[in-house]
T-cell receptor, first 112, second 110 residues
Framework: NAGVTQTPKFQVLKTGQSMTLQCAQD?????MYWYRQDPGMGLRLIYY???????DKGEVPNGYNVSRLNKREFSLRLESAAPSQTSVYFC???????????FGPGTRLTVL | RKEVEQDPGPFNVPEGATVAFNCTYS??????FFWYRQDCRKEPKLLMS???SGNEDGRFTAQLNRASQYISLLIRDSKLSDSATYLC???????????FGTGTRLKVLA
């Protein structure tokens, strides 16, 4: 099992460009999450999907959209990137209830 | 008050030392707690789950004090490989949300 995979690993964008971060899990988990991590701050929840077909906003959703394409895949889209979106983005998944979250290796995004 | 507060450190300790970190949380409805370790520029990885008063796994012990709303992590016989940032994560059932602390940085010195 690969666990949680994310692509790309690194990305540099110019202000105003758009891109989609991909996340996939092969553990048959119901819930998937997108976080961002900035220096000196904890992981902050952008969006989550409790189950296939549902998505909900987290703590910092502005400037992002998500798609739960199927049970395996959960993508994060930046429609018009801004320098404030420079961050490390982590995708995570878990089974039901208060279970452990498993994280992908992250995408390091720089917006110039 | 922040939802989760951790001493950022760094805690610099010699190999073999015992070190403890505290984490306080504000939501009294939090029922489950997780300690994750995060190495520099890597993803968080689960160290320990705590569903009742505490948990122990080898050199690592977590203690939960619900009355005072804090959870601690004790590391005995520190190894160089324990150097990392330790994240405290309360979870409240029915919310799907995990609240991450900013982490406590540990450096184990040879």
């Amino acid at each position: 099992n690969a666990g949680v995979t994310q692509t790309p690993k690194f990305q540099v964008l110019k202000t105003g460009q758009s891109m989609t971060l991909q996340c996939a899990q092969d553990m048959n988990h119901n819930s998937m999450y997108w976080y961002r991590q900035d220096p000196g701050m904890g992981l902050r929840l952008i969006y989550y999907s409790a189950s296939e077909g549902t998505t909900d906003k987290g703590e910092v959703p502005n400037g992002y959209n998500v798609s739960r394409l199927n049970k395996r895949e959960f993508s994060l889209r930046l429609e018009s990137a801004a320098p404030s979106q420079t961050s490390v983005y982590f995708c995570a998944s878990k089974e039901k209830g208060p279970d452990t979250q498993y994280f992908g290796p992250g995408t390091r995004l720089t917006v110039l | 008050r922040k939802e989760v507060e951790q001493d950022p450190g760094p805690f610099n300790v010699p190999e073999g030392a015992t070190v403890a970190f505290n984490c306080t949380y504000s939501n009294s409805a939090s029922q489950s707690f997780f300690w994750y370790r995060q190495d520099c520029r890597k993803e968080p990885k689960l160290l320990m789950s705590v569903y009742s008063s505490g948990n122990e796994d080898g050199r690592f012990t977590a203690q939960l004090n619900r009355a005072s709303q804090y959870i601690s992590l004790l590391i005995r016989d520190s190894k160089l490989s324990d150097s990392a940032t330790y994240l405290c994560v309360p979870f409240t059932s029915g919310t799907y949300k995990y609240i991450f602390g900013t982490g406590t940085r540990l450096k184990v010195l040879a």
